[in-house]
Each structure stands twice: as structure tokens, then as C-alpha cells.
């Protein structure tokens, strides 16, 4: 059974640091597409960052480019939030694609649970 478990979330003042942690179980990605994604009522499910294990590229959306990264080592994802606003509250959920092709948040197979974030100005 592939779980994908995050951890990390909390409070913390504006300006402050988190870092999220994703660690999945029951199977090996190789290859494939993972990445976060946050929500919160009322809004659509963002993609914040996405990593392709093979090559190791990544990807940040603007709303956080520069202040949030991305990575993988062995079976857990990381999220490094740095310099975090009021706006980046939020659930953040982990996600993983079952197939090698594809990055969209429609091609994510698997889902985490989510963590909250709460940022305080």
C-alpha cells in the first residue's frame, strides 16, 4: 500500500521558516513526477513546487519562486519555505504521479493527507 505521510506544518511569524517533510512507503518512485500542492476553502488546489526524480529538474510557481525549494533524497520530500507571508496559510499535501509522463496536478495518482501552514503577520 504506497502512503504518502506529511509533516512539518505548524505556526510561525511572517519572515519565518517551516519545513515540510513527505515521506512515502510501500513503493520506490523512479522516474516519475512529485510535488506539493496547497489549498484552502473556497480556492482551487495550487501546485507550489514539482520535482521529476529522474532528472532532478524542478519547478516553483511564482507566487513562491525564490523563497520556496523543492527537493528529494531517498523517500522523502522536502519543502524548504523561506521568508513565508500571511498569504502562503494553507493546507499543503504531498503528491507523486503513477506514471512517468505527465506533471499536472490531474497526473498526480497519489496524495498525502495534507499539512497545515499558518503564517501570522
Known amino acids: 500500500q504506497v502512503q504518502l505521510v506529511e509533516s512539518g506544518g505548524g505556526s510561525v511569524q511572517a519572515g519565518g521558516s517551516l519545513t515540510l517533510a513527505c515521506v512515502v512507503s510501500g513503493v520506490t518512485f523512479s522516474g516519475n513526477c512529485m510535488g506539493w500542492f496547497r489549498q484552502s476553502p473556497r480556492k482551487e488546489r495550487e501546485g507550489v513546487a514539482l520535482i521529476w526524480t529522474g532528472v532532478r529538474a524542478t519547478w516553483t510557481g511564482d507566487s513562491v519562486k525564490a523563497r520556496f525549494t523543492i527537493s528529494k533524497v531517498s523517500n522523502t520530500l522536502s519543502l524548504q519555505m523561506d521568508s513565508l507571508k500571511a498569504e502562503d496559510s494553507d493546507i499543503y499535501l504531498c503528491?507523486?504521479?503513477?506514471?512517468?509522463?505527465?506533471?499536472?496536478?490531474?497526473?498526480?495518482?497519489?496524495w498525502g493527507q495534507g499539512t497545515q501552514v499558518t503564517v501570522s503577520s
Open positions: 503528491a507523486a504521479t503513477r506514471m512517468t509522463s505527465g506533471c499536472s496536478r490531474s497526473a498526480m495518482g497519489y
